[in-house]
């Protein structure tokens, strides 16, 4: 495994000063109280996986502009800080993606191209980003018929490979926010998934709502995001 990671080619990394700039976390970081809730989260994730295997997490948010895309970006980022571990963030936020600032470079297709071409492979879509042991899967440009497209058996069946190709590498999948179809789909088909709460800007009953619509047995915490 540390042999197969050794091997992952990495393009160009991020300075210190870039990753600040894009509010990733890194280590060193002045914000260390991030850096080690982050690192918190981590461990969490990892302790309701019981039998110690990667694991594919949803990140939504209970409305629009909550913030999932940073929890999501930064979970991947804090699971890829661990030499032993690498991390894939897949972008499904069909609505507005946040995450091409990980990339060195404008993206090609990504996961929706995927879904409706099956002339692509799943090599054709996995970037390398600027952080170290971090790939990104952006969300492309047929994201028309996204609910459609990730309720699709080619979407269970990328997920189940992405997932069992690499031991080592944990899945993170950047949603619309809860209340889309898109979401509520999506959440089915991975292991865990966490909302993302705006703080102060939401109410408890639209918290319970979402998580009612994305399945209780789903949820495995709430995030309030400041």
């Not at 600040?20 to 976390?25: A, G, S, T």
């Not at 992405?162 to 898109?182: C, G, N």
Request: charged residues 25%; negative net charge.
């Amino acid at each position: 495994m540390a042999k197969t990671i050794k091997k992952m080619e990495e393009i160009v990394q991020f300075k210190d000063t870039e990753l600040v700039e894009k509010k990733i976390i890194h280590r060193g970081m002045r914000q260390s109280d991030v850096l080690n809730t982050f690192r918190d989260l981590r461990t969490k994730l990892l302790k309701q996986s019981s039998d110690r295997k990667n694991f594919v997490t949803l990140v939504t948010s209970v409305g629009e502009g909550g913030g999932a895309s940073f929890i999501s970006t930064n979970l991947a980022a804090v699971f890829a800080l661990d030499p032993n571990r690498t991390a894939l963030l897949v972008d499904c936020d069909i609505y507005h993606t946040n995450t091409n600032h990980l990339l060195i470079g404008e993206p090609g297709p990504g996961i929706t191209d995927y879904l409706i071409d099956e002339d692509l492979n799943i090599e054709d879509i996995i970037y390398a980003t600027g952080v170290l042991r971090l790939r990104l899967i952006p969300v492309g440009d047929s994201g028309e018929s996204g609910a459609e497209a990730f309720n699709s058996e080619r979407m269970e069946i990328f997920l189940d490979h992405v997932k069992a190709r690499h031991s080592d590498r944990f899945i993170f999948v950047d949603a619309p926010p809860a209340t889309s179809a898109e979401a509520r789909i999506l959440a089915q088909l991975c292991d865990f998934t966490i909302l993302v709460a705006p703080y102060g800007r939401v109410t408890r009953g639209q918290i319970e709502g979402a998580i009612d619509g994305l399945g209780q047995n789903k949820v495995s915490g709430v995030i309030f995001n400041n």
